[in-house]
């Protein structure tokens, strides 16, 4: 809807002065990250049911938790006009508009304010809204200073620099670049000491490579793992000021929490190491959905982080990664093996030109051209087919596989008009297994979620194979060709995987994934064990193709599967597999085996389930069956609802729910039936 700007319109406005909000108020407000959407979704539903009354009591709980927020204010005052509450709704514009609203133009045409405009006050409060604030002015809760970059290459994060994006669940701080430093002096060239030094300082001394001016280094664990900035001139380091560190929620440290407004780098040598949901930061990132949007923010914003692995890629466990992705790196290792990747990422956003890197910040397509960069100057990655493997992707790269010269001559190679675009992906249709009957962890859906370079599937259903229509799209760079297009399966049996492009151009396809049993080689490392499908796409300029996006499917590993010659399900023993791995915040233990039944004509009436002593048969419909007729088909049966328990690692308990059904049949050759509620 037009009026919920909030946060991702204002922050373009950022404003000269003093914040209102205090340090702690700053790097507190995470806190109420969970409320503020809870409000935000009723007053959205509220608005697009017109329910004014609903609309306007939303609008206050906004207002008692932000009392300095501008946009509740905003649309309080669209609730109240839409009643007819004139002068309550005039106060409250002006109040909006004091707390720092400045959007004259949404204010003059918003049909929800129509009320209010033959009122001699509204055109006091719309000259009021154009009228610039002055540096004395109050500042709400938005407006921020940009802080300039101090000597020596020091960022520093504060309150009076950083705001909190509600709608990105993300920290936002802006630095400003003296004139006089915005590119590197010929004389500080010298002082390179990163990768290809003979010929990336020379390019330096020349200016015919960019440099580190403007470039920001963000360590997020408190110096554990470190790169040493003084390598690369230019480059400032982000520190996190005292009101940082003091927040109760250690906003400076794990995965990115920041994003800045010039282009960053940086990394997190943490993991969680103990515990049953031990992980390291990457796959913290991958399982977690209300994460993911705000992964693709740091991906659109310029900014690269590395993550190592830890004991996510080794052999005792296997590669024990969901997901792929393109929105970061993940080093193989421990803590120090991020290293000569950050110096990687310093020297390629140094090598390019200082034309080519401009254009790339500006199109916000630096961090997937650095990507495109070091998939595609790998060790083997030995030929222009080879970009299409999952050699050249893995959800784990290796330091031994980087080819720094590779990278900086081709970093300093590209030009605007050969800079591959950035593609996204859109699911058109999809067959979705139903829970219950398909598959019983407590998920709304198999989907985990749709990012727009990284769609995340995990394979619940019982069903042999998975469909969904995906479409690719990346807009074409001035003067580049017409982009080409490209499938391409990274991970998974060949024969198990079918994409079928639906247009001339190949942006569209239809794309079924078979059932994969867990432990499939690993395509970077065969001697890995893996249980993911990696489907990624590309589109190519006619110079280099483009970083990849993907789609992904997760294969659980804690279930063991019986298929018949025709794809038929037959059995599914949840109890069986042991100590094998699988993500616990992707599927719960259960202690259960299901034996599925068809009738004469194969088809599936149903199943039955054993735990220990205890036996269960339910209906094709997923209905616990209570009382069967006297040709032994269901009577009466009863829903079930499923959910973990409060055990750690959780477990997944069956829960009777209260609604009985009965079941009727048209005629006696009826084995499905029909299950209708009682009243």
């Known amino acids: 809807m037009k009026r919920f700007i909030f946060i991702g319109a204002l922050i373009l406005c950022v404003q000269s002065g003093a914040q209102a909000a205090s340090g702690a108020e700053v790097f507190g407000l ?73 959007n004259t133009d949404l204010i003059r045409r918003d049909a929800d304010l129509s009320v209010l405009r033959f009122r001699p006050a509204f055109a006091g ?242 961090a997937p051209t650095v990507q495109m960069i070091l998939r595609a100057t790998q060790r083997p990655v030995t030929h222009a087919e080879a970009y299409y493997t999952g050699v050249a992707h893995p959800a784990v790269f290796a330091s031994t596989n980087l080819n720094l010269d590779a990278m900086i001559r081709l970093a300093n190679a590209l030009t605007s008009n050969t800079i591959p675009p950035m593609v996204t992906l859109r699911v058109l249709k999809e067959t979705q297994p139903v829970y219950g009957r398909d598959f019983f962890d407590g998920f709304p859906s198999a989907g985990l979620y749709d990012s727009p370079a990284c769609i995340a599937r995990v394979f619940r259903g019982v069903g042999w194979s998975h469909t969904l229509t995906v479409a690719a799209s990346a807009a074409a760079l001035p003067g580049a060709p017409p982009l080409t297009w490209r499938w391409a399966l990274l991970q998974g049996d060949p024969a198990k995987v079918t994409i079928r492009p639906l247009d001339p151009a190949g942006q569209v396809a239809e794309i079924t994934v078979a059932y994969h049993e867990p432990g499939f080689p690993s395509a970077a490392d065969p001697s890995l064990a893996a249980s993911r499908v990696d489907i990624a796409v590309f589109a190519h300029n006619g110079t280099h193709p483009s970083a990849p996006a993907f789609l992904s499917f997760y294969f659980l590993n804690n279930e063991t599967r019986v298929y018949s010659a025709d794809h038929r399900i037959l059995s599914v023993d949840y109890a069986a597999a042991g100590t094998r791995y699988v993500d616990p915040a992707l599927s719960c233990r259960r202690d259960w085996k299901d034996v599925y039944r068809y009738d004469a004509k194969n088809q599936l009436i149903g199943w039955d389930r054993s735990c220990g002593k205890v036996q269960e048969a339910f209906t094709v419909h997923g209905l616990r069956v209570e009382t069967r007729d006297t040709l032994g088909r269901p009577q009466t049966a009863r829903t079930v609802r499923y959910r973990p328990s409060t055990n750690t690692p959780p477990e997944l308990v069956q829960v009777n729910d209260d609604r009985p059904f009965t079941y009727t049949y048209t005629s006696p050759e009826d084995a499905i039936g029909r299950p209708d509620a009682n009243d």
């Open 125 to 366: 409060v719309l000259k009021q809204a154009e009228t610039p604030l002055t540096d004395d002015a109050p500042r709400g809760l938005y407006d921020v200073t940009p802080t300039p970059i101090r000597p020596g290459g020091v960022a520093p994060v504060s309150s009076t620099n950083t705001l909190w994006d509600f709608d990105g669940a993300l920290f936002r701080s802006f630095f400003s670049l003296p004139t006089d430093s915005r590119r590197l002096a010929p004389a500080d060239a010298d002082a390179y000491r990163g990768p290809a030094q003979p010929l990336l300082a020379g390019w330096l001394r020349e200016g015919r490579a960019a440099g580190n001016v403007g470039d920001l280094y963000d360590n997020r664990d408190d110096g554990h793992s470190a790169l040493t900035i003084a390598d690369f001139p230019g480059l400032a380091r982000v520190v996190y000021g005292s009101e940082v560190h003091s927040a109760e929620t250690r906003p400076y440290y794990g995965a990115a929490l920041f994003i800045y407004n010039l282009p960053t780098f940086g990394n997190s040598s943490t993991a969680l190491t103990q515990g049953p949901f031990w992980r390291c930061q990457a796959r913290m990132l991958v399982c977690n959905p209300s994460r993911v949007a705000s992964l693709f923010n740091l991906y659109v914003a310029n900014h690269i982080y590395v993550y190592p692995s830890h004991q996510d890629f080794l052999a005792a466990q296997g590669d024990v990664f969901p997901f792929n992705t393109p929105y970061f790196i993940v080093s193989q290792g421990s803590s120090g093996s991020d290293q000569p990747f950050l110096r990687a990422i310093a020297a390629t956003l140094a090598a390019f030109t200082p034309e080519t890197k401009r254009f790339l910040v500006q199109n916000r397509l630096l």
């Open 30 to 102: 995470p806190a109420f990250q969970d409320r503020f959407a809870a409000i935000k979704r009723d007053l959205m539903i509220a608005s697009q049911a017109q329910n004014y009354v609903a609309m306007e009591k939303a609008c206050r709980a906004g207002r008692t938790l932000l009392p300095a927020d501008p946009n509740f204010a905003y649309n309080l005052a669209c609730a109240l006009a839409r009643q007819g509450k004139v002068d309550a709704a005039l106060d409250t514009l002006r109040e909006a508009v004091t707390l720092g609203f400045r």
